[in-house]
């Protein structure tokens, strides 16, 4: 007889939560932040750091994916109010993540650096959740190009730099701070916004009234949004916002949420416009222009979100097989286990590298360095499509990691995994990002001279870097089937950028294992696949959490 028939079994061999700890504490991010020039913003990102690794912190990321925004058309009594409603898990990461500063105060800040302090604020806060981080990012990216109509700027700007998140829809200078989205892309058209068929029309007040339908539209509670439309001389670009100066709602028929594979607590809508008031931004017809200000920093965005969820993925799978033992020894002292560990390690530590280094390419670049932003305007499309592209596969393989755990939605993986096609879509699909690519190669031979000039600062210290440079210069050659090879071209380009980052800024042990096994070796289609020789300790070493 057993001595208590009640109890089945006892729980063994497990990992507990991964919660209660620093997310920033992490050596690949921290060394990033301050080789960009924002070492004064540690003790405040290891502030934010310990929230993001709390317990409350991940429950607030479940609950707000569980319990899914909820659109309400109408009122009880038949009247139009085009709310989506959120569970309070929803609002306490957002404010949360507002006060940390990773929505729009760098704009507000004058530190050199103020834009690498907040992209790492942003990795970390992604870490937690991504959802929620959609219109953090718009209302960030949304200023450069408000800045084309500076009477709209002056009254919106101080309130779109707030640390303040205010949700709820009132007069928007009434609030404490703000919120900014985008509605560009329609059904007949997509990437093609010059088949966008709104249309606008000057009033006598100075005032425009657009009639169309969006197609998707996120973060549709938010306070400001950009639109293009069709006016008398072209595409161009206005400021909707919901609520009027008067305080009555502007027509924004919210028609319905799309139903998304991820990015689940983030409401994503298609709404109608109907005799809507606008302003506009920038010059008349040059709508394009105008948004693609906000369009590449939401690029930035994307690239930043990318390399923060390979980064807390490896975590997860680093922090399970070092207490989950197997055959006699812990996971993590396998053999296997550790080459496929130090591949994605050697992975995420490149893209976070990359990510760090647009953050401060674009910090002065905005600060007037024109190098910094020529360089950014063609590495920000090389990032965007190899970064975005590898996380799916690099979520999978640490999702692997925890064997059947790790298809368990407890476990959150799950949910990385959901999330992790979206940014490789978000902002412009793979296709898009190759042939922006060869744009900049053509129209603005300045990005390929200072693309040149970051590849070349590790000129002689690798002979495969050397060799995978002079390859890739034959390739960025614009001939006519330049299209069809655009995206094995910028493919190549990421890597040779990465490896050029890693010789220069990463242990050796980290630069000798991408230049083996990314430029110059024969890697397997999956990760751990690294050849016999590397030094698996000084990458393990490199691990999160």
């Not at 007069?171 to 509605?183: D, E, F, R, V």
């Not at 916002?241 to 028929?253: E, S």
């Not at 000039?453 to 000129?459: F, G, L, P, Q, R």
């Not at 995206?487 to 990463?506: C, D, K, M, P, T």
Request: net charge negative.
């Amino acid at each position: 007889m057993y001595a208590n028939p009640s109890v089945t079994h006892e729980v063994t061999n497990q990992a507990p939560p991964l919660t209660g700890h620093d997310v920033a504490d992490d050596a690949v991010l921290l060394e990033g932040v301050r080789r960009e020039g924002a070492d004064w913003h540690l003790d405040e990102l290891h502030r934010f750091g310990r929230y993001a690794g709390s317990e409350e912190a991940r429950a607030w990321a479940d609950q707000a994916n569980r319990h899914e925004p909820e659109l309400r058309t109408h009122d009880r009594y038949g009247n139009r109010v085009d709310e989506v409603d959120f569970h309070p898990a929803y609002h306490s990461l957002m404010s949360a993540t507002v006060a940390a500063g990773a929505a729009g105060s760098a704009w507000a800040d004058d530190r050199p650096g103020a834009h690498v302090a907040r992209a790492a604020t942003f990795m970390v806060a992604t870490m937690v959740e991504q959802g929620h981080m959609c219109p953090v990012s718009m209302t960030y990216a949304v200023v450069p190009a408000l800045r084309r109509a500076p009477e709209l700027a002056k009254t919106y700007e101080p309130l779109l730099t707030s640390r303040v998140y205010e949700p709820g829809l009132r007069t928007p200078t009434t609030k404490g701070g703000l919120l900014a989205g985008m509605g560009m892309t329609e059904k007949q058209g997509g990437t093609d916004v010059r088949a966008n068929t709104t249309s606008a029309v000057e009033q006598t007040d100075g005032t425009w009234r657009l009639r169309g339908h969006k197609w998707f539209t996120s973060a549709p509670m938010n306070d400001l949004f950009l639109v293009l439309a069709q006016a008398p001389g072209g595409l161009s670009c206005f400021l909707v916002p919901r609520v009027l100066p008067d305080g009555t709602r502007n027509t924004f028929r919210i028609q319905r949420l799309k139903d998304k594979l991820g990015n689940r607590s983030n409401a994503s809508s298609e709404p109608e416009f109907d005799d809507t008031v606008a302003w506009l931004v920038g010059d008349e017809g040059k709508g394009v222009r105008t948004i693609i200000d906000m369009v590449t920093m939401t690029r930035l965005d994307c690239v930043l979100g990318s390399a923060a969820h390979v980064r807390e993925s490896l975590a997860q799978a680093a922090h399970h097989t070092r207490h989950r033992a197997v055959f006699g020894a812990k996971l993590i002292d396998q053999p296997l286990m550790r080459n496929v560990l130090a591949d994605l390690a050697l992975e995420s530590e490149a893209a976070t590298t990359l990510a760090l280094r647009l953050a401060g390419a674009a910090d002065r670049a905005h600060r007037g360095d024109d190098g910094e932003r020529a360089f950014l305007r063609l590495a920000t499309a090389v990032g965007k499509y190899w970064v975005c592209k590898r996380q799916p596969a690099a979520v999978a393989e640490a999702l692997e990691c925890l064997g059947g755990n790790g298809y368990d939605e407890a476990s959150g993986m799950p949910r990385l995994y959901r999330e992790a096609p979206l940014n490789g879509i978000w902002e412009g699909s793979g296709n898009v990002n190759a042939l922006d690519m060869l744009r900049a190669l053509a129209r603005e031979p300045e990005s390929l001279h200072a693309f040149r000039t970051e590849i070349e600062a590790a000129a002689g210290a690798d002979a495969r870097l050397d060799t995978a440079w002079r390859e890739l210069q034959g390739e960025l050659v614009l001939t006519e089937d330049a299209p069809l090879r655009a995206r094995r071209v910028i493919e190549r380009a990421a890597l040779v950028l990465q490896g050029s980052l890693l010789v220069r800024h990463a242990p050796a042990a980290v630069a000798d294992a991408f230049c083996a096994s990314r430029l110059a070796g024969d890697q397997g289609l999956a990760f751990g696949t690294l050849p016999p020789g590397t030094d698996f300790a000084a990458l393990l070493g490199r691990l999160p959490a």
